[in-house]
Each structure stands twice: as C-alpha cells, then as structure tokens.
C-alpha cells in the first residue's frame, strides 16, 4: 500500500464510547498531523508530530488523545465525544516537518457522534 | 481577520474558460503557501505549491504569489466539468522554529459547467 491510509473511514459512536483512529504513512516521513475538517469551516490542526515528539498541540480538549508510537504511525484516541465533535478527521504526513514541506493527506475518517 | 481568507464562492466558470481563485492572508512572515483540491468527501490533494513571488506554472495550473500584497491567486485555463471542487489555499509560517503550522483558508468552491 503507498500514501497515507486511514481506518476506519467511516465511525459512529456514543457520548459514551471510546475509540481510536489509525493512521499509517508509507512515505517514509518523519512528521505527522491530525486536522479536523467540519461542515463550512476551516481545516483544523489539531496535533503535530516531528520524529514520535508531539511539537504543537493546538488547543484540543482532553477528551482527543494522540498517539504515535513511531514515525509510520499515528493514533487518535477519543473518549466521552460531544456531538459537535462530529466531522472528518484526517492525517497527514511530510518529510521531516520543515515549513518549506508539502503535506500528503490521507482520506479520512468520517466520525458521527450521537 | 481570519489568518487566511478565500471567498468561499461558488464560482462558476463555463468549460473552456479561466477560472481565478484568489487569496490573502495576514502573516507577513509566511513563507509557504499551497493549493489543494477537494473533491466532495473526499481529503485534500496537492495541486500547486509556490514559495517566491512571481508566477508558477504546471499544465493548465498557474500559481501567482506577491508577498507584498500578501496574495496567492489559482489560475486554471481551459477549465474541465472535473474541475468543479473546492480548493483550498494553506500558507505556512515559519514562526520562531525550523516548524511551521499551516493555516487553511475556508476553501471556495468551484464548478465548471459543460
């Protein structure tokens, strides 16, 4: 498989329930991101990570947790869900992070909240 | 003021003509900059990317930067019904390290009609 795969695509869960988004580059890079993308607003960064180190955390409540236990791959773990948490949920990856590097998209995991 | 700012449209274009997507944003260090296409639920992909001032070309694509006037435009001649997407211009700021976060504008959406 090459490029940036996500599972699942799509997910549906209680307030209650946790769960967890995979993601897994097979570009050889270094640096990985979670964005959240909602109906009729901006993609979010929400995590960055450079090297397994989270280097940006923008503002995301407790209730996403990352995780990336080397370079390929990166997890979001999510609990206790509120529905406006409802959206597509993507991860990227880039080289090593620099300001100058394109980033290469996976397609995302749809997430409803009920 | 939004960091990145596009007119979220639709712009519509008829098949065979230029379609201009345009874009400011407020950093004035930034230094990357980056348009995406989406296709409707689908994730963002790489279609140009331009970090002088000046003009970048590639097939029917071209980018324009002038970072005095902080604006990155899309040039797409001869548009084709595939076109029809929403495309979203990112910039990148370099900001105190060697790591920048990239900032999305809204996206605008365009369809080409045959």
């Known amino acids: 498989e090459t490029g940036v795969t996500q599972t699942p695509r799509h997910l549906v869960m209680g307030m209650t329930n946790k769960k967890s988004l995979k993601c897994e580059q097979h570009l050889g890079h270094n640096a990985m991101y979670w964005y959240k993308q909602s109906a009729k607003k901006p993609l979010e960064l929400m995590f960055v990570y450079n090297f397994k180190e989270q280097t940006e955390n923008n503002s995301v409540p407790s209730r996403f947790s990352p995780e990336c236990p080397n370079s390929s791959h990166l997890f979001l773990h999510l609990h206790t869900l509120q529905p406006e948490d409802s959206a597509l949920y993507l991860c990227?990856?880039?080289?090593?992070?620099?300001?100058?590097?394109?980033?290469?998209f996976g397609p995302g995991t749809r997430l409803l909240v009920l | 003021q939004k960091e990145v700012e596009q007119n979220s449209g639709p712009l519509s274009v008829p098949e065979g003509a230029i379609a201009s997507l345009n874009c400011t944003y407020s950093d004035r260090v930034s230094q990357s900059f980056f348009w995406y296409r989406q296709y409707s639920g689908k994730s963002p992909e790489l279609i140009m990317s331009?970090?002088?001032?000046g003009d970048k070309e590639d097939g029917r694509f071209t980018a324009q930067l002038n970072k005095a006037s902080q604006y990155v435009s899309l040039l797409i001649r001869d548009s084709q019904p595939s076109d029809s997407a929403t495309y979203l211009c990112?910039?990148?700021?370099?900001?105190?390290?060697?790591?920048?976060?990239?900032?999305f504008g809204q996206g605008t959406i365009l369809t080409v009609h045959p």
């Open positions: 990112a910039v990148k700021s370099r900001g105190g390290t060697s790591y920048g976060k990239l900032t």
């Open positions: 331009i970090y002088s001032n």
């Open positions: 990227a990856s880039s080289a090593t992070g620099q300001y100058q590097e394109t980033q290469y």
